[in-house]
């Protein structure tokens, strides 16, 4: 455990604020994204079925190797710890209006072509109904009658969540370090993410609706694409600084896509 991640502010921000009524910091930014299109479009050509999904996931997970460890921690027992690896979980369409989730581990460690083969495998199981931990988790908690789901979901989240303990397949890594969701493909242009009460995550990353407008480049107005991205961050262990270097990581990376491959 780093002392540096446990400053008196973090401890006094651990213990003032609860997980995630009010410790929530949202933040949202436009990103010009032109030439990362055809770098897309040029790559699937070429028979390399890339996103954007797959390119900022690999984005975020530069960025927090590179620049932002803190964004690689979770609260256990009011104190500041950093996840083993580096995971992300990505929110995946599996059929018409039936959200699914797919957990990345070592995201760091992977490139264009090794993950668009593991998410095509993991939906690909999902959608025959080889499902997740985390989703039978969720359908056995949704099978218990009310109001006892109430106080089942009451003390995993004791347990787990604010007590770090762990129970078989159930810690406080199941969602991985971040998570990126694409709510652009459903027609949506922006939104501001939830911190999901049973996640230990850091932050919430989600992509906007991609649409064209007019921006001023080099002192000329020019029709470019863009993209709305927006975070939502846990005020107890981050601060809005670092969602500040996180988007500035983006439009870097945006810039040179091929660091990727």
Do not use: C
């Not at 988790?137 to 969540?161: E, H």
């Amino acid at each position: 455990m780093s002392t540096s991640l446990n400053n008196a502010w973090r401890k006094t921000a651990s213990t003032l604020y609860k997980k995630p009524d009010d410790s929530k910091i949202l933040g949202s930014v436009e990103v010009d994204i032109t030439e990362l299109q055809e770098y897309i479009a040029q790559k699937r050509k070429e028979g390399l079925k890339i996103t954007l999904t797959h390119f900022f996931t690999l984005a975020t997970a530069q960025a927090i190797k590179e620049k932002l460890p803190e964004l690689n921690t979770y609260i256990r027992r009011g104190n500041v710890r950093t996840h083993d690896k580096l995971t992300a979980t990505v929110s995946v369409l599996l059929r018409a209006n039936e959200m699914g989730s797919v957990k990345v581990e070592d995201i760091d460690q992977m490139n264009y072509a090794t993950l668009v083969e593991f998410l095509q495998n993991k939906i690909v199981e999902a959608r025959k109904g080889t499902e997740n931990n985390t989703m039978q988790m969720k359908d056995r908690l949704a099978a218990i009658p009310w109001p006892f789901r109430n106080l089942a979901y009451w003390f995993i989240r004791k347990m787990i969540i604010d007590w770090g303990m762990s129970f078989g397949e159930l810690s406080a890594n199941n969602f991985g370090s971040y998570i990126v969701s694409n709510i652009g493909t459903l027609g949506l242009d922006n939104g501001y993410p939830a911190l999901f009460p049973a996640a230990n995550i850091s932050f919430v990353l989600i992509m906007g609706g991609v649409k064209k407008k007019p921006l001023v480049i080099n002192d000329e107005v020019k029709i470019r694409t863009v993209i709305t991205l927006a975070a939502a961050l846990d005020h107890r262990v981050v601060d809005a600084s670092h969602a500040g270097i996180l988007f500035k990581q983006y439009k870097r990376f945006v810039s040179q896509p091929e660091i990727f491959e």
